[in-house]
């Protein structure tokens, strides 16, 4: 099983440039989640999704946008970057709430 | 609403010391799990622990121990005999009740020097 697969790894973009974070994951788990992390503050949650067809906002939803079509992906598209969205991105997957939850690898996001 | 505080944002130590690094949460469920994470230098985020509100027993995985005080809110993580291959970015982490959300302290830095 390959668990939770994030691309790209690094990213640069230019301001008001719009992109995709892929996340995909085969575990066939019904929670997925976007979390940024930046220094001092952790990792914050953008948006997350609880099924195929069901996204809610997180801490930090604006600039974002989500869906989710299927179980297994969970796309997270910047719709006009900032260089406020400067970060390193994380997607996740979870199983059961009580669970650990499962990360991709991360993507370094730089905008320019 | 629920929230994790991690007060120490980074620690030195030198190889072989034990470091110690504080967990403090906040939360209105009887019902909730605390995590520990790891973040080494290669960016990774790697599962260490889980902890459920109704257990209160510590626990040791080799080098690793945690103490999870409820009267105190705290989940402290322990690691003796420090090695460099500890040096990382840890994070503590809360789940409440039927929630799939995370709450995540803002991490401590250990550095261990040889």
């Known amino acids: 099983n390959a668990g939770v697969t994030q691309t790209p790894k690094f990213q640069v973009l230019k301001t008001g440039q719009s992109m995709t974070l892929q996340c995909a994951q085969d575990m066939n788990h019904e929670y997925m989640s976007w979390y940024r992390q930046d220094p001092g503050m952790g990792l914050r949650l953008i948006h997350y999704s609880v099924g195929a067809g069901i996204t809610d906002q997180g801490e930090v939803p604006n600039g974002y946008n989500v869906s989710r079509s299927t179980t297994e992906d969970f796309p997270l598209r910047l719709l006009s970057a900032a260089p406020s969205q400067t970060s390193v991105y994380f997607c996740?997957?979870?199983?059961?709430?009580?669970?650990?939850?499962?990360f991709g690898q991360g993507t370094r996001l730089t905008v320019v | 609403a629920q929230k994790v505080t991690q007060a120490q944002t980074e620690i030195s130590v030198v190889e072989k010391e034990d470091v110690t690094l504080d967990c403090v949460y906040e939360t209105r469920d009887t019902t909730y799990y605390l995590f520990w994470y790891k973040q080494p230098p290669s960016g990774e985020l790697v599962f260490l622990i889980r902890?459920?509100?109704?257990?209160?027993q510590n626990e040791i995985s080799g080098r690793y121990s945690w103490n999870f005080q409820k009267s105190t809110s705290s989940f402290n993580f322990t690691i003796t005999a420090s090695q460099v291959v500890d040096s990382a970015v840890y994070f503590c982490a809360l789940s409440e009740t039927n929630d799939y959300k995370l709450s995540f302290g803002a991490g401590t830095t250990v550095t261990v020097r040889a």
């Open positions: 996740a997957s979870r199983g059961q709430w009580g669970r650990e939850a499962f």
């Open positions: 902890r459920n509100s109704f257990d209160e």
